[in-house]
């Protein structure tokens, strides 16, 4: 997770130096990369014996769910974001994919709201308005 971690980061901070592809040429070679990258992995876990993942109609749908919403259309957001106002003010905002996250669960499959659901958002909204109301300057917006 740490290693994950660290590699979102430099991938934040290098997004303004993007070679000049649109936002979606640009996605898509990520996510080429990403699953190309993946391949090891899967190898592996198939050996093992690990993976158990049916092709039935409930799969397919949360794989395509999950392939549009949280990969694509988060990507693309949060990119045009640093493009717009640079990595460090855009960062803050990261944060919010946990709350998505919950509410999605909460609303989606029934999972039940308590009250560390609520201060967890508030401190993150917290946070965010503390993070933006600072006296940092914008980024300049990429051209």
Sequence with gaps: ?????VIYAFYAAFLRMRPPLGSASFLTVLMILGALLLVPFTVWEAQHGEIS???????????LYVSVFPALIAYLCFNRGVELIGANRAAPFFHLMPEFGSVL?????GETFAWYHGLGYAMVLAGIV???R???????PLE
Excluded: F, Y
């Design 1 to 5: 997770m740490v290693a994950a971690l």
């Design 53 to 63: 993942l049916t092709l039935d109609p409930l799969s397919i749908g949360v794989i």
């Design 105 to 109: 669960a909460i609303l989606l499959l």
């Design 130 to 132: 503390t993070a933006t």
């Design 134 to 140: 600072s006296g940092a300057k914008a980024a300049t």
